[in-house]
C-alpha cells in the first residue's frame, strides 16, 4: 500500500512538474483537483480553481487568449493566455474568482447585485435589453430616431401616397398608415399625453418635413428626438414592420377562406334533384288527383 501511494505522488508530482514548466501560475479546471496535487500546485506557486462549468471554460479561453489542453502531455507555453490580475474575492457570502485586465478581452462576465431578487432581475433584463440593440446596431450599423418617429413619418407619407389610388386600394393603405400611427399614439398615452392632441401634433409636424419629431415621453410633448439622442437600431423597425405586416395578412387570408366557404351552395340529397322525388308517390293507388 506504501509502495502504491508512493507511486501516485509521483505521477502527481511529475504532472504538477509539466505544469509548472510550461510557465503557468494559474490552472483552471473542469472537473475536480485531487488535494495532493492542489497541495502540490500550491507549493509551486500555482493558483487553482477547479470545477469550472465548460461554458465558462470557452470565455475564459476567449477573453486570455488561452487553449483548453485535455493532455498535460500537450502543455505548452504556447497554450498559456494572459491576464494581469486572478483574485478571489468575498462577496457578501460567496467567494468569486475575479480574471481582470486581459490582452484581448473577447468575452467578460457582468456581476449584476440588488437589494432583492426582483431588483436583479429589472437589472438582468434592462441589461439583456441594451446588449441585444448594440448587437443590433453592430450587425446592420444603421439607426433612426425613437419615440414612434419613424412610425409617424411613414403614416403621413402612407397617408400622401393613398392620395394618388382610388378605390379600395387606397382604403388599404390609409388603414395601413393608421395602423403604423398607433405605436406614438400607445407611447403618448402610456406618458399620460392626450392621444388626440398628440396625433393632431404629430401630423402638423411631419407636415412640415418635421420627420424626427416623436413622442417625448420624459417631458410630455412633442419633439425632435433625433436631436435628443434618443435613437433606436433599424434593424428592429424592419423586424416589427414585417412581423405585424404578416400577422395581418395571415388572419385577411384565414377570413377569405372563410367567407368563400360559406358562400358554397349546398349540395342536394343523394339520389335525386330536389323535389322531384315526390313523383314516386304515384305508386300509392293511382297517384293524387290533379289541383285546380
Known sequence: MQKFMDEENNILKGMVEKVKESGANVLICQKGIDDLAQHFLAKNGVLTVRRVKESDMSKLAKATGARMVTNLDDLSSKDLGYAKLVEERKLEEDKWVFIEGCKNPKAVTILVRGGTQRIVDEAERALHDALMVTKDVVEMPAIVAGGGAPEAEVAYQLREWAQKLSGREQLAALKFADAMEVIPLTLAENAGMDPIDTQ?????????????????????????????????????????????????????????????????????PPGGGGMGGMGGMGGMGGGMPPMD
Not at 409636424?205 to 436631436?227: E, L, P, Q, R
Not at 412581423?243 to 377562406?257: G, N, Q
Open 200 to 268: 393632431v401634433d404629430l401630423r402638423a409636424k411631419h407636415g412640415k418635413a418635421g420627420k424626427w419629431f416623436g413622442v417625448d415621453a420624459m417631458n410630455g410633448k412633442i419633439a425632435d428626438m433625433y436631436s435628443k439622442s434618443v435613437v433606436e437600431p433599424l434593424a428592429v423597425k424592419l423586424q416589427i414592420i414585417k412581423s405585424a405586416t404578416e400577422a395581418a395578412s395571415m388572419i385577411l387570408r384565414i377570413d377569405d377562406v372563410i367567407a368563400a366557404s360559406k358562400m358554397r351552395a349546398p349540395s342536394g
